[in-house]
């Protein structure tokens, strides 16, 4: 019991040390002056650098109050990399070891914070290839698969304790519009999408979720049929969309899905970069895309009302990849035209 509890009062005394994150006004002058304001929620200001870092506190305390982490006990887990840096963040808190399993083509900025935090990274060929190896090596060890694919969208409270819904919401309630007419997140284990459609369900809101996925992604695909067999490549935006459809993502909570290509994610990232004055991350990319789309919709229609949606991590992780011009072309392909297009509707 000893351990047990003082693991548990090292996380709420590193939560009480911590800051909420901030809700920054996206001004967009074409969209404002039609009474629609935009918002982003910079997850990226959490000590490990993204949304994760709530998702990690999560599954740990998840974890430790089901009894399945004991002192000494080696975590493991299957990641495209930012679960995996917070999740070394808390493991190194509660000295355990941490072993992340991710696909070969995580960036090296993130393998690097991983193993600055004292995690060990390893490397498997393909992204439905983390799962089964995770696995394995928690039975090797004799420690622990977290399995956020699985446990995201049960290890976080919903109704409210500091979730980021009630955060949003909170801090939104000095605006011309405090209840938000859409709430944009993409979706990787589904959890955050599943927290904030559960919390505006309880709460009576009239705001909806809307989930932009990305090319190769099965949950939009998954979202139309409701055939959780389905399997696809995966994605190519790091931190969402997945190769099978996970139990986390919960498509009941979901009120309305968009695809994105990948040109226009990064094309947005670009804009969104410029905008805001600092890069961000291709998963806020994905998500601009969807706001903007809902954005030109509302103004079409003559909807006034806000839109908000995340700031999921900084670009400064993705330096060699999405930002480095010779790769984005190679991987993803020339987002010009992209970039023109959508520039043309925050006019
Ligand atoms: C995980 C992640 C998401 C999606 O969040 P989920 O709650 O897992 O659906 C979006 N962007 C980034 C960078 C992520 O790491």
């Known amino acids: 019991m000893n351990w047990l509890h003082h693991a548990i009062a090292q996380i709420e005394a590193d939560y009480q040390r911590s800051a909420d994150t901030h809700l920054i006004a996206l001004p967009l002058p074409g969209f404002a002056r039609h ?20 998702l990690a506190r999560s599954l740990f305390l998840y974890s430790l109050c089901n009894g399945w982490l004991h002192e000494g006990s080696t ?31 995580t960036s090296a ?3 690097a914070q991983i193993t600055f935090y004292g995690g060990r990274c390893h490397l498997v060929d393909s992204a439905s290839a983390v799962y089964d190896e995770a696995r394995a090596l928690a039975t090797q060890t004799g420690g622990h698969y977290m399995d956020q694919f699985t446990y995201a969208e049960r290890a976080t409270d919903w109704r409210s304790n500091n ?3 009630q955060s949003m919401f909170s801090q939104m309630a000095r605006e011309r519009f405090p209840v938000p007419r859409w709430i944009v997140v993409g ?11 559960r919390y505006v369900r309880y709460q009576r809101h009239a705001t909806q979720v809307c989930v932009p996925d990305p090319v190769g992604s099965v949950f939009g ?16 935006i790091e931190g969402i969309g997945r190769p099978r459809v996970e139990a ?5 909570l979901v009120d309305r899905m968009i695809d994105v290509a990948d040109v226009d994610s990064v094309a947005a990232m670009h804009i969104l970069t410029d905008l805001l004055g600092r890069k961000v991350g291709p998963s806020t990319g994905t998500n601009f895309v969807g706001m903007l789309a809902l954005a030109c919709e509302m103004r079409h229609k003559g909807e006034r009302g806000s839109i908000l949606s995340l700031l999921c991590d900084s670009g400064e992780r993705y330096l060699g990849s999405y930002f480095d011009p010779v790769w984005a072309l190679n991987h993803i392909g020339d987002s010009g035209a992209a970039q023109a297009r959508l520039r043309e509707q925050l006019t």
Not at 35 to 54: F, M
Not at 85 to 92: C, G, M
């Open 221 to 236: 695909a998954y979202y139309r049929s409701g055939d959780a067999s389905l399997t696809g490549p995966g994605s190519r």
């Open 109 to 111: 900025e993130k393998i």
């Open 248 to 252: 986390s993502f919960i498509r009941t």
């Open 187 to 197: 979706a990787g284990t589904g959890g955050t999408s599943a927290t904030i459609g």
């Open 35 to 54: 009474g629609i304001d935009l918002y982003l929620k910079d997850e990226s200001t959490h000590p490990t650098g993204s949304l994760k870092h709530r």
């Open 163 to 165: 979730n980021i819904a």
């Open 75 to 105: 975590v493991v887990e299957s990641s495209s990399g930012s679960t995996a840096v917070s999740e070394a963040y808390f493991a190194r808190l509660l000295g355990l070891p941490f072993i992340a399993v991710m696909p070969k083509s």
